[in-house]
């Protein structure tokens, strides 16, 4: 693997912001971390993503351990409680309601070219699909006849295909079958292709606007690798993008999402990591709780919202995020 690190100046600035919730009084922190750099025309700087203002709001609470959020554009947010087998939805009512009971033990979402949900199962071991009809079917659970370890997140390329991560979370090691860890491509004809076997525990993955670049998390071992994307969709030239590390701070790279000026959102210790399409840090949305994971919403897609351990939160951004299965 070829390793590129940067070396950056930070200036950290704390703002403490009110997190809004009429029925819940909690704090939360706000920081922003300025990458010391020359860009005259503001571009890629946490100014041009979040106003001094925006407010971090805690929508509800009181989950279990919640992760994989996705925006409907029938105008919803889906998100998953994995522990008590749930994927709750979040109507404009502001309600949370029961989506779907039991959900496979879901974790990461997305939808594909036809709004159809994609969902990661830990307990049954595969990716699913939900028709128009609301059946659910099996896209992926096997690998060379080998089932799979716990499908984690997954994200719709614009041919159709479907990349998803495959680490060991929610499933024992005397139940693993292949004997490492994955990132894979589920082509529109149902082919599985293997592209990465060497990260320590893949998690969150995204392509960078154009898909030229494919970003997975890699939590244990604390960053974000970043390949080139072939046109045949397999990727190469495996490199180090950012590292995600603070002592002082709970949480790991986990979920990963990427706005259209090619910046790259990703949980982490302490909240929510921005980095610039280069791996700078511009800054960082503090959370009170461990983030899990992120979507964009709403439809201007300029709503961040945030999973939590067990709250959803959501902010207000300046730059809108990139649509599944555009």
Partial sequence: ?????????LLLIVLT?????????????LTKMIAQTEN??????????????AKLEKLAGDFQFIEGPIWHPDGFLLFSDIPAN????FASNQQVEVFRRPSGKANGNTLDKENRL???EHENRRVSRTEKDGKVI?????????RLNSPNDLVVKSDGSIYFTDPRYG?????????????YRLASDGKLTLLVKDLVLP???AFSPDEQKLYVNNSEAGYIAVFDVKPDGTVTNQQLFAELKDASQGGVPDGLKVDLEGNVYSTGPGGVWILSPDGRVLGKISVPETATNLAWGENDRKTLYITANTSLYRIRLKIAGVRPGK
């Fill in 138 to 146: 099996t896209l992926a659970d096997r690998y060379e006849g080998k």
């Fill in 203 to 205: 998690n969150g993955i």
């Fill in 171 to 183: 499933v024992s090691k005397e139940q693993e079958e292949l004997g490492f860890y994955g990132v």
């Fill in 17 to 29: 912001l009110a997190v809004s919730n009429p029925s819940q009084k909690v704090r939360g922190n």
């Fill in 118 to 120: 994609l969902t990661a």
């Fill in 40 to 53: 005259p025309d503001k571009k890629n700087t946490m100014q041009s993503i979040l106003d001094d203002s």
């Fill in 1 to 9: 693997m070829k390793i590129k690190i940067a070396t950056i100046s």
């Fill in 86 to 89: 749930i994927i709750y939805k």
